[in-house]
């Protein structure tokens, strides 16, 4: 158990400190091809503010988002039951030892509780799979960028076009809010709920990645295009990048629904993973 902790704090330390190669190079090519001198300004400072949190171990952003996990677990794993009490106590660890901001407020009296945790919070998503190992994603989230997030509950005529336009006008309605440029998760199908949570778990794929169907892939591609033809720019202040990628996962839905979920992450595109092995080995990686 307490190998497991000292694991998962290091993975959330790694998550706050250390945004992804993927996400750094995606932010060098748009600084290098941007013409416009204030985005090449923001995308400067965004890029030294990447290069201090790692120099020196510290969170990137002072805002280090909601403790958000992702598990895959496999059902033969023995440490099923010791999961969520080890993810519980990783965050209260980590809230003093990386430091993190406290983020967690009670909804009706707004008392934080000062160490990222309380009612529903860490937010943990479930997945049960086959064997014995498991798979963490920790993913902190930001709240600036999260409140940028939305559901469309689209009719079944307004198909992919109205995905499209619904995307597209949220991102321009958002403007610099969510901190550009920003990475676009869209969930569509399924239900209301499961719309965002497909959403938010498309982010965790890397810059460049794309869905594996050609056809959404091919979406994926052409709403990047129209998103960053908004000029919006870094930081909301103009120029050819709003957004490094667009992400969509897809579910099976009602035929009387066309439910689409929006998760926006901001810059700080952060994540870092953990696979649990069943000798109670750890692996840390992003």
């Avoid at 676009?184 to 499961?194: F, L």
């Avoid at 929006?262 to 069943?278: E, G, H, T, Y």
Wanted: aromatic content about 4%; glycine content about 10%.
């Amino acid at each position: 158990m307490s190998l497991l902790v000292e694991a998962l704090v290091e993975a959330i330390r790694l998550a706050v400190t250390r945004i992804p190669d993927d996400t750094v190079e995606a932010l060098k090519r748009a600084y290098e091809e941007e013409n416009s001198r204030i985005a090449r300004f923001n995308l400067e400072n965004i890029l030294r503010a990447i290069e201090i949190g790692r120099e020196r171990s510290i969170p990137v952003c002072q805002d280090t988002g909601t403790m958000t996990f992702f598990i895959r677990a496999g059902i033969e794993s023995p440490f099923l039951k010791e999961l969520e009490g080890a993810i519980i106590e990783a965050v209260r660890k980590a809230t003093l030892e990386v430091p993190l901001r406290p983020n967690a407020v009670d909804v009706l009296g707004g008392r934080n509780s000062g160490d990222n945790t309380g009612k529903g919070v860490p937010i943990i998503h479930w997945e049960l799979d086959k064997g014995d190992e498991v798979e963490i994603a920790v993913f902190p989230k930001g709240g600036g960028s999260e409140n940028c997030s939305a559901l469309a509950m689209l009719t079944p005529g307004e198909g992919w076009e109205g995905v499209r336009r619904f995307v597209v006008e949220r991102v321009r309605a958002c403007g610099g809010k969510p901190c550009p440029p920003v990475i676009i998760g869209i969930g569509v199908g399924g239900g209301a709920d499961y719309s965002l949570k497909l959403a938010k778990r498309a982010l965790l794929r890397k810059i460049g990645e794309r869905n594996p169907d050609k056809e959404i892939a091919k979406i994926e591609e052409e709403l990047l295009e129209e998103i960053n033809a908004l000029g919006i720019g870094p930081m909301g202040m103009g120029g050819k990048t709003t957004a490094l990628d667009v992400k969509i996962e897809v579910a099976h839905r009602h035929p009387a629904s066309f439910p689409v979920g929006l998760v926006v992450q901001c810059w700080a595109n952060r994540r870092a993973f953990l696979r649990l092995k069943p000798n109670g080995r750890v692996e840390v990686w992003q």
